[in-house]
Nanobody, 126 residues
Framework: QVKLVESGGGTVQVGGSLRLSCALSGSTYKGFFMAWFRQPPGTGKEREGVAAMTDDGRTTYAGSVESRFTISRDTAENTLILQMDNLQPEDSAIYYC??????????????????WGQGTQVTVSS
């Protein structure tokens, strides 16, 4: 049973940084497509793809976070990481980790993923 658990969220001031982690249990990252999504709570906005990584390490970023966010993988710890720098108020959201073994859609399409974590809240205060 694949399980994803996010951690590292919190409140930070504009321009600050946070490092999110997603611990994978029940499997290793080998063979998985992994991604981070976000959704501002209570706004009715859809879940937005932030960054994705293929099994062989290729990365894809949303235009709004490219050059500020970095997705990486700690294979020893079986953990997916999202380093977020120069955070802005519009980055405030619940951040979710997702995984899939088969990719039939765009890497940042939430419908492409069938395993999800419970989310971690990120708040950027101005």
């Amino acid at each position: 049973q694949v399980k994803l658990v996010e951690s590292g969220g919190g409140t930070v001031q504009v321009g600050g940084s946070l490092r999110l982690s997603c611990a994978l249990s029940g499997s290793t990252y080998k063979g998985f497509f992994m991604a981070w999504f976000r959704q501002p709570p209570g706004t009715g906005k859809e879940r937005e793809g932030v960054a994705a990584m293929t099994d062989d390490g290729r990365t894809t970023y949303a235009g709004s976070v490219e050059s500020r966010f970095t997705i990486s993988r700690d294979t020893a710890e079986n953990t997916l990481i999202l380093q977020m720098d120069n955070l802005q108020p519009e980055d405030s959201a619940i951040y979710y980790c997702a995984a899939a073994m088969i990719m039939r859609r765009y890497y940042l399409d939430p419908l492409a993923y069938n395993y999800w974590g419970q989310g971690t809240q990120v708040t950027v205060s101005s």
